[in-house]
């Protein structure tokens, strides 16, 4: 069967290259010029892939992303934007997207990620990439990146979720501060700071509402654990 492309980009000049490139490789495209017109094909079609654009008229490709993620659309995302600071790329990847690609690119590269996000979408239930994640009565949502305890839901921010996603994760399990450091700040040495315990501090904070048995317990000289006070 023929594999399905949904493109969402306003440039004609990009459009037409993308558009031609994908029919030369045999898939088959849908060309939205608007973010609304973008999110109706997304919601109303069966796409294998979408490539957003994020600057877009009308609906960004922000609103556009986070409203597909909203209706529970797991189709891989690859957002191509001219914007390339990092600060974007991270928004475009917590917000919901698979792939980050900026503009200038190589048309090469563009295909390469859609094939990899294809076949990883298409690998079959055993090899399916998890979506929400559970601990006792704490719910996360890893497309819409929103977070429940008891119905509530938690404003955390960007690291405070993947934070909470590491020890979620490791449910149970006595996690380590060089776990942390490594897991969830990308350091792979002690900076020496306490930063790890302020973060989990407001984390805690965050989860426990009045009367709510707490979910994240330290382990005296070892670190931190997310369950059940044993």
């Given at each position: 069967m023929t594999q399905k492309i949904l493109l969402v980009e306003d440039d004609a000049t990009t459009?037409?290259?993308?558009?031609?490139?994908?029919?030369?490789?045999?898939?088959?495209?849908?060309?939205?010029?608007?973010?609304?017109?973008?999110?109706?094909?997304?919601?109303?079609?069966?796409?294998?892939?979408?490539?957003?654009?994020?600057?877009?008229?009308?609906?960004?490709?922000?609103?556009?992303?986070g409203a597909i993620r909203a209706a529970g659309i797991a189709t891989p995302i690859v957002i191509l934007s001219a914007r390339s600071a990092v600060e974007?790329?991270?928004?475009?990847?917590?917000?919901?997207?698979?792939?980050?690609?900026?503009?200038?690119?190589?048309?090469a590269e563009l295909l390469a990620r859609l094939r990899l996000l294809m076949r990883r979408a298409s690998a079959g239930p055993a090899n399916a990439v998890e979506t929400a994640l559970t601990c006792k009565d704490l719910d996360m949502d890893l497309l819409s990146r929103k977070v429940k305890r008891n119905g509530r839901l938690l404003d955390l921010q960007p690291r405070e979720f993947r934070l909470l996603e590491y020890l979620i994760r490791h449910k149970e399990q006595v996690v380590t501060r060089t776990m942390l450091l490594e897991g969830v700040w990308d350091y792979h040495f002690d900076p020496g700071t306490n930063v790890i315990d302020v973060h989990v501090s407001r984390l805690r904070k965050k989860i426990d509402a009045e009367g709510e048995s707490p979910l994240i317990h330290p382990v005296r000289g070892a670190g931190y654990r997310l369950g059940a006070r044993e």
């Open positions: 459009a037409d290259f993308i558009v031609k490139g994908l029919h030369e490789q045999g898939l088959a495209v849908d060309h939205a010029k608007t973010g609304r017109d973008g999110l109706f094909h997304a919601i109303d079609g069966s796409y294998d892939a979408i490539i957003l654009d994020r600057m877009l008229p009308g609906m960004d490709g922000m609103a556009v992303l974007d790329r991270v928004a475009g990847l917590t917000a919901g997207s698979d792939d980050y690609l900026t503009k200038p690119f190589a048309f």
